[in-house]
């Protein structure tokens, strides 16, 4: 919607879509110069902290799921991965594979209905996925068929693609057969080649010419790019445990919003995610999708924050191939759980999220009782950068109409995959001019 | 400029997960042929496009948890010929429905610094709760399948097939060998409602609940087997009172076995988990 003439001009949208979740966005442009970005997140909030309270530690992976639907089992990990610290447990490492695997299924689910539902509409100038299916059915066919094999990994490990039933403290209920496993191979071999023609097809699209400054935090691994463990890394220099970096984060209340804000103690803002994550690990990929990067003249760091669709795409080859990897090697692990005594005490775990670093911190009792807890999602902590990087993208695309301008920013915001659902615990865009 | 006669569909949120919407994208292989058949009028995860209502068919995702919505779903239902909730949020208020348990004020301190600062009901209530449905779809989350089976119903307008009966009785039909009787492990599936395909027993995990309760219900009855099984009245009322609490069927045995248990000592466990369940 656009309204008002000359020198002064107010852009303003009724909710910014393809993202999961509910907010809006207000940008004031006085005399030529972005003054005011505000991101609002209006999402009610649903209080899971506070539900946490009293039910058993066992219960958190089941519970703290129903905080996303598009990424139940980042919550699922991490939940399960702040249980065991506290109670001191480590679980082997069959299962820790098969939860990579279940991890590596939803990264594609998650990856493939971004780049091909959520984003890539916006750089083909379409409203979604059903308009951009009527000039090229083909592509949207190819994202849909990689999804659905995300979705079929979670399926067969996890029970169920969406709110998986499977997972549990200490492991699995039941650990899927060979011949369960080993089906999915045929259809991940194809979801790889359809990974490696995503990256050629979105490193072909074009994108606004706009660095931003960033510090990275992601998960590092040794040896592994990282999804369901690692010690949490900054392009500064930080190097911690989970509980480590909880420790370091602090969140603020600010009115607008029904999201909590993170940032690291000291006031530091930073960006998590798959620009983070590639940033920080890229030396980690396999050849196959170091070469995809580099035909895709990605580089080392992608400071472009459109590019990001590049970047996922790499990480959806990376996760294909990561998958095959894991589904070839697969041996059933002999106990599919191990036993999680109680104890009293706290316990942080840390996962990447699709979207990114995704960290929970319980306080248990001595019965296996939860007595706290505190969920930090990936929106709550790039929140903050995706305003500055908003400021930074209106005030480069002053020249733009309103129309076009109210349009890139919402595609700005898609640039995060933000979970609004998932932060409040987001989006009207609002653009003043004058 | 032909005329478009397709039905228009909108899809609404409330406070939920997005995972029932989601659900419909989850549809890869019915997506576009669905998008052919119906006119997506207003879909805000998946389009920027809106058009403006009446809607033929809205399905509506989450409960009702501030003053804005309850006020915002009245609109919703006044745009809509037919409306159809998705998910246990819509149908029975949800996960977050477990504030209307607790004190007033107690759940927001407890993660915000500055509680003025949100304006949120005490309570999470389901849709019907506010505006009259037409047809309720269960689960946490709905199954694709019984989705496709609801919209194509609508789209043919004959009633869709949409079970009633339990969990337990879907058990029988795979084959899975009973957990409760023959394990002892504890199972919601007696008073849990079909849909998700008895997907819990088949891995040797006691159902949890998240389709609601069945049609004709007996929870009392379950939940003396479960007392009798050894289960703390504590872990029984947590278990009727995760993804349905919302719904008085599951609600109120919840709150009884919750008093009974402060009565009769709090239960403990040694484990986390493991140890009451074999692997």
Sequence with gaps: MTHGSGARRTVSVEGISRVEGEGSLLVEVRDGVVEEVALTIFEPPRYFEAMLRGRRASEAPDITARICGICPVAYQMSACGAVEDACGVTVDRRIGELRRLLYCGEWIQSHALHVYLLHAPDFLGCQDAVELATLDRAAVERGLAIKKTGNRIMEVVGGRAIHPVNVRVGGFYRAPSRDEVAALAEPLRRALDSALATVEWVAGFEFPDVEGEYRFVSLRSPGRYPIESGRVVSSDGIDTTASGFADLSVEEHVARSTALHARIEGRLDYLTGPLARYALNANELPEVARQAAAAARLGPVCLNPFKSIIVRAVELVFACHEALRLVEAYEPPDLPAVAVPARAGSGAGATEAPRGLLFHRYELDGDGLITSARIVPPTSQNQIIIESDLRRVVQGALDLSDEELTWRCEQAVRNFDPCISCATHFLDVTVVRS | ?279
Excluded at chain 2, 13 to 27: M, N, R, T, V
Excluded at chain 2, 196 to 208: E, N, S
Aim: proline share 5%; net charge negative.
């Design chain 2, 1 to 279: 400029m032909t005329v478009d006669l397709r039905p228009t569909l909108a899809v609404w949120k409330f406070a939920s997960c997005d995972g029932c919407q989601l659900s419909i994208l989850d549809c890869e292989d019915e997506l576009l042929a669905l998008a052919g058949a119906v006119h997506i009028a207003s879909f805000t995860e998946m389009s920027r496009a809106r058009v403006e209502g009446p809607y033929d068919l809205s399905l509506v995702e989450g409960s009702i948890t501030t003053a804005e919505d309850a006020q915002r779903i009245r609109e919703v239902r006044e745009s809509s010929r037919r409306l159809i909730t998705i998910g246990a949020c819509a149908t029975a208020g949800g996960i977050q429905a477990l504030r209307n348990f607790a004190q007033g004020g107690e759940y927001a301190r407890a993660i915000y610094a500055h509680p003025e600062y949100i304006s949120s009901l005490s309570t999470s209530t389901p849709i019907s709760a506010h505006v009259q449905v037409d047809l309720e779809l269960n689960g946490c989350p709905i199954d694709r399948r019984q989705l496709l089976e609801v919209i194509v119903a609508e789209l043919v307008g004959r009633r869709p097939v949409i079970p009633g009966h339990t969990v337990c009785q879907q058990c029988k039909v795979r084959g899975t060998v009973c957990l409760l009787v023959a394990k002892g492990i504890p199972c919601l599936g007696p008073v849990t409602r079909a849909g998700c395909g008895a997907l819990c027993p088949a891995i040797d995990r006691g159902c949890f609940g998240c389709f609601g309760p069945s049609e004709g219900a007996n929870p009392r009855a379950l939940a003396q087997q479960l007392l009798d099984g050894g289960m703390t009245p504590a872990d029984a009322s947590r278990l009727f009172a995760t993804f349905y609490s919302g719904n008085p069927v599951f609600g109120d045995q919840a709150q009884t076995l919750a008093r009974s248990g402060k009565a009769g000592g709090s239960g403990d466990a040694s484990e986390v988990a493991g140890a009451e369940e074999p692997t």
